[in-house]
């Protein structure tokens, strides 16, 4: 077991990779503290950990809200006593359309639920890390390939990756390792709304065809590299931006 009587925080985790992300912690010995805006979502996720008899909470949450968060890290020192690891998952793609045709509530949103609820959880459970000085933060970014029209979702994601690394340095000291993962192109509901936008929208056909050529792989896949850096085996790794489609990764993980 990984991450046995590790508790872990995973927002976002109704669904997607935030899910595999979530069961595979849970299937490596770790409490789970599953975060969502959706409560049936992430109930039902817990209900699967629970027919694994593993230990999981679903707790209702906007975790772009300071008060919700702040509820979210209350009940689970309630119900764990501590705080070992984060995954801040949570996010959307936003719009898809050219920069100069995106309102400023589009754009706001966007970083509202792609960077500030990454910024919010951080921050509230960094006390508690420092305190026992020890702990894992992981943002879910994105690819450092531009994407034509997407300009939101790829500022957003960028500014998780210079998290990071900003939270690396101010948190070293105190045994407490941040970093951020490029999941690569997975098959999952946000990839099905991107191929819909179509090719013209997007600037590639990429995702059109990977979808026909069978390559977009289950988030099952990098939540791997997410339990990579979770756990003992991720020591020492900080402030680093890690690629599920590097092929030195995916060897690292091969690895076991």
């Known amino acids: ?18 899910r595999s992300i979530a069961l595979l912690f849970g299937k490596e010995g770790a409490n789970v ?17 629970k027919v694994l008899r593993k230990n999981a909470i679903a707790v209702q949450a906007d975790v772009s809200d300071e008060t919700q968060v702040n509820v979210l890290i209350q009940k689970t020192l309630e119900a764990y006593g501590t705080i070992d690891i984060l995954v801040n998952n949570a996010g959307f793609r936003g719009p898809i359309a050219p920069t100069h045709k995106i309102s400023l509530t589009e754009w706001e949103e966007t970083l509202r639920v792609n960077l500030t609820t990454a910024f919010l959880c951080s921050k509230a459970v960094i006390p508690t890390m420092i305190e026992k000085k020890s702990g894992k933060i992981i ?3 994105t690819t450092l390939t531009p994407r034509p029209n997407m300009t939101p979702y790829m500022v957003s994601k960028a500014g998780m990756n210079s998290l990071a690394k900003q939270l690396s340095r101010e948190l070293k000291e105190f045994n407490i390792q941040v970093n951020a993962i490029h999941p690569g192109v997975m098959d ?11 090719a013209k929208a997007i600037g590639t056909d990429m995702f059109d065809r990977l979808k026909e050529e069978g390559l977009l792989h289950s988030p099952d896949e990098p ?4 339990l990579f850096l979770a756990s003992k085996t991720g020591d020492g790794i900080t402030g680093e931006f890690l690629s599920f489609d590097d092929k030195e990764v995916k060897f690292l993980l091969s690895q076991g």
Do not use: C, F, P, W
């Open 33 to 49: 503290v599953l975060a969502a805006h959706n409560r049936d979502q992430i109930e039902h996720v817990a209900q699967e950990l």
């Open 139 to 141: 943002n879910i970014a």
């Open 188 to 198: 999952t509901r946000m990839q099905e709304d991107i191929r819909k936008a179509g």
């Open 1 to 18: 077991m990984k991450l046995q009587d590790k508790v872990a925080i995973v927002t976002g985790s109704g669904r997607g990779l935030g």
């Open 223 to 226: 939540a791997k590299l997410v």
